[in-house]
Every structure is written in C-alpha cells, then in structure tokens.
C-alpha cells in the first residue's frame, strides 16, 4: 500500500488538493451567504471557487517559472470581480470586500501549494474558513470595546514589543547588577499578568461573581483586590461570607503569581519555592472554597464587582519602576551596612505596599546571597504583605467578615512560618 502511494504522480496530488480545498472554501462562502440570506450578492456558486482554484492550478503549472500567464490569469479574474464589486456598490449599496478577496486568496492556492511547505498552505486554509465564520462573533466582540481598548493594546505592543528590545543591557552602576534592560523586562512581565488579568474580567467574565472576581483581581493585585472586596462587603448584608473566600482567593492566586515570576527570573529559586507556594495555595484555596460553602448567608449570583481599572496607565508603570530601583538600592546598602539582619528588617517593612517589586528584586538583583535566605525573605515579605490584608479587610470591610478572615489568615500564616524554619 506505501509503494502505491508512492507511485501516485506529484501533479495529481497537487491537482486533487487544489480542487477539494477550493470547493471547501466556495462551501464556506455559500454556507454563510445563505444563511446571511445574501444569497444574491454572492458572484457564483461554490463551483465558481473551485473553478477560480483549477483556472489558477493549469495557469501556474503551465508557466514553465515565468509566471506570465498565471499574471495575466489573475489580472482577467481582478477584472470580472471588480465589475461584479461595481454593480454590488450600485445596488445593494454594500462595500465589503470579503468575498472578492477570498477568491483571490483561492486562485493563489496553487502556487502557495507548491512552493511552500504543507502546512503552511493548510493553516491559511484553515485560517481563511475560520474567519469566514466568525464574523458575527467578531461584530459581537468588537461591541464589547471602550474607545480606549486599542489604545491601552497599542500601549502594551510598545511597552513589550517596540521599547524593551532597544533598552541597553549594561549596568549603569558598577556595583549594582541591575540594568534598564532588566528594569524594563520586570514592568513588561508585570504588565503581561496584569493586563492579561484585566482582558479575562473585561471581556470573558464580564458578569463575573464575587468569587471570580478574587481569582482574578488576585492575579492582578491580591493587595488590590482585598481593598476593593472588603469595601463592597459594607453594602452587603446576606454575602459576606462570599466577600471573605473572595479575599482568601485573592491571596491563593498571589503564590500563582509569585511562582510565574520565580520561574521567569530565578529557576533555581523557584524549585525551593515550588512545593511551599503550593501548599499555600492549596490550603488558601480550601479555605476560601469552605467559607464560600457556608449556608450562613444566602448568595445571590446577581452580583458583580467592577475591576476594569487600566493596567497599563503610565502613572502605574512610573511608580512601579520607581519603587523598582528605589528597592534596588535600598536592598544593597540594607545588606551592605546592616547584613542579613537589615535584609530580613526590609523584607518585612514592604509588605505594606505591593510586594512584587521587593520579589522581583530578590529573583533577579544577584546579591550574593545563598537561596535560602532568598527564600526566606521572600516568604517574609509574604507574610508582612498578608498581616497588611487582614487589617485592610477589618478595617475596610464589614464587620462580619473579620472573624473567618483573621482565622484563616492566622492558619496562611502559621504555614507560611513554618515553610521559614524548614527553608
């Protein structure tokens, strides 16, 4: 059976495909005119791409490497669709260009076929029948942006795309490992997480529950989310358990987070983190999933929390590089006037605020430092950062939520802790 395939003429199999696929396309295109009820404005039928594909195949094959008259086959076919775009303009007063440029991409089948590789040739197949029916989900999704979505995209492809690779990667200060390069790659790491975050609650989970909106407000900003989640348990009277396993939650997806930053920057690091980041998330998942469970006060899915704040306002990341450098240095002389001990000080001091500047400076500053007192001072600032989200919550939150938050932050803690001793 293989030396029969093998015995089959190239140009037959070239041609077969040609014609299938063409007619799949012209399937496609009929398919969605009819039930567009367009039927009318389509120029042929499904054997008018398949035709367009075959005139292409004999027009190229033919050529003998001039491509003359697959230029001249071309040209004719640009000519009939432009008279048929005319007279569609004229009566149905329609302008869109899809149709005429699909059978175009079809006459461009075989020379696409025979020149580059298979799977190539496949995936623009492919990709030219997917799009042909997602232009309602298209239409649908694109109802869904602000007049600012593109911009905040734009703004990200030029924080990622445009300025991190011309960023030099030599140090401005000898004495100090970093560089702008590692500067800017810890704000283009942290905008990625953040605006990704921001895409799920904006357009996946739009409606999302209080629940959801922990997960994803943690991987956010679990410092973030717990001041707004607490805030809005004041105006819940029958949910705020859910307020609660939200905050919890929140925090479970800050070792998420903590790990993608470890394994990014620090590997070696990120080994010894692994399986205590770990049993923290599983045990701050199950804790959030049992309070949530409880029947003490009724939930209501009608409820929603407004996360939508821009992650790539450029005052966000000023003061995130700010903090940055500012860390970078304070962490040097800590160590170099104060040792270890000034180290362990500063590690417990910053959870007052967002961590992930102090953690990214202990994944990637290079102070010399064996990796358990880099593990350890970064559970450290873990723990500070917690201590800082139960008083937030208590303060911030109703009055009911302090009870189950305080318990469970005490058991976070208690195997945070103990995670320090066996680092």
Request: include cysteine.
């Amino acid at each position: 059976m293989r030396e029969f395939l093998f015995t089959i003429p190239k140009e037959l199999v070239d041609f077969f495909l040609i014609t299938v696929f063409s007619l799949i396309i012209g399937l496609s295109q009929r398919r969605f005119h009819l039930l567009a009820s367009e039927a009318k404005k389509l120029f042929g039928t499904d054997r008018t791409f398949t035709f367009i594909g075959i005139l292409g195949y004999i027009l190229y094959i033919i050529d003998n490497g001039s491509f003359l008259y697959f230029l001249i086959g071309g040209i004719i076919i640009s000519v009939f669709l432009a008279i048929y775009y005319f007279f569609k303009i004229k009566e149905t007063k329609d302008f869109g260009l899809t149709t005429i440029l699909i059978a175009l991409i079809t006459y461009c089948l075989t020379p696409l076929l025979i020149t580059q590789p298979f799977w190539l040739f496949l995936l623009i197949v492919v990709t030219v029948l997917i799009f042909t029916e997602l232009k309602d989900s298209f239409i649908a999704f694109s109802s869904k942006f602000d007049k600012d979505e593109f911009l905040i995209l734009g703004k990200f492809l030029v924080i990622a795309g445009v300025i991190l690779p011309i960023v030099p990667d030599e140090r401005v200060i000898s004495y100090l490992s970093i560089t702008p390069y590692k500067v800017w790659l810890t704000v283009v790491v942290i905008s990625t997480i953040s605006y990704l975050s921001y895409l799920l609650k904006k357009f996946v989970f739009k409606q999302s529950g209080i629940l959801l909106t922990g997960i994803l407000g943690g991987l956010y900003s679990s410092t973030a989310a717990t001041v707004i989640l607490a805030r809005k348990s004041k105006e819940a009277e029958w949910q705020v358990n859910q307020y609660t396993a939200a905050m919890i939650i929140a925090t479970a997806m800050m070792y998420v987070r903590i790990l993608l930053l470890a394994a990014i920057f620090y590997m070696s690091l990120f080994r010894i983190l692994l399986p205590w980041l770990f049993i923290l998330f599983g045990v701050s998942v199950v804790l959030g999933i049992f309070i949530f469970c409880k029947k003490q006060y009724t939930y209501s899915k009608q409820t929603t929390i407004n996360i939508d704040k821009n992650p790539l306002e450029f005052k966000t990341a000023l003061i995130f590089t700010l903090l940055f450098v500012s860390l970078t240095f304070i962490i040097y002389y800590s160590i170099e006037r104060f040792g270890i001990r000034g180290l362990n000080i500063l590690s417990f001091l910053v959870g007052v605020t967002d961590i992930d500047p102090f953690i990214l400076n202990i994944f990637q500053g290079n102070y010399n430092l064996n990796m358990p007192i880099l593990a350890a001072v970064s559970m450290q600032a873990i723990i500070s950062n917690n201590i800082m989200k139960v008083i937030y919550g208590c303060m911030l939150g109703n009055k009911k939520v302090r009870k189950l938050l305080i318990i469970s932050f005490i058991i976070i803690t208690f195997i945070n802790s103990i995670a320090l001793i066996f680092i």
